[in-house]
């Protein structure tokens, strides 16, 4: 059997709303594990990937497989992480999908995800909560007899 699957990937970062006076916004609800600094949702300068998010598609895209589908079309599915002070992702979690299988297969790709560039806040990384809406073109599973006659 063959299996053919045509995904594209539209990585956008989420857009946040500051405030005219720039305040900084720190979620306490956020935290991983008690103990840990807080977790900021908007800051000065925001976490990103070594490359940007142009590489960071090509990495997804590398490492992504497409769960099996029925119908062709585009699939959304929003994930949410932190990014901690060392760069690493922690907390990942599917805000928004389509379903089990994209969830295991995004979670999968952003686990083996290396060290983004923290946030920074007056000068320190600082962890930050990041959200990624992902958008995926499937085309739809096929099988096909491997020796077919006519």
Do not use: H
Not at 82 to 99: Q, W, Y
Not at 119 to 141: D, S, W
């Amino acid at each position: 059997m063959k299996y053919f699957f045509k995904v594209l990937f539209f990585l956008f970062f989420s857009s946040l709303s500051y405030s005219q006076t720039n305040d900084v916004v720190v979620v306490d609800a956020i935290k991983d594990e008690p103990g840990q600094d807080k977790v900021y949702v908007a800051v000065e300068v925001q976490a990103k990937f070594e490359g940007g998010m142009k590489k960071f598609s090509q990495f997804f895209i590398d490492n992504f497989i497409a769960p099996k589908v029925e119908t062709s079309g585009l699939y959304k599915v929003m994930a949410g992480f932190i990014v901690e002070k060392d760069g690493t992702l922690s907390a990942i979690k599917i805000l928004r999908s389509p379903g089990q299988d994209f969830d295991e297969a995004v979670i999968e790709v952003l686990k083996k995800c290396p060290k983004w560039i923290p946030g920074m806040q007056n000068g320190e990384a600082v962890r930050c909560q990041f959200t990624l809406p992902i958008t995926i073109n499937c085309e739809a599973t096929t099988t096909e007899p491997v020796n077919s006659q006519k």
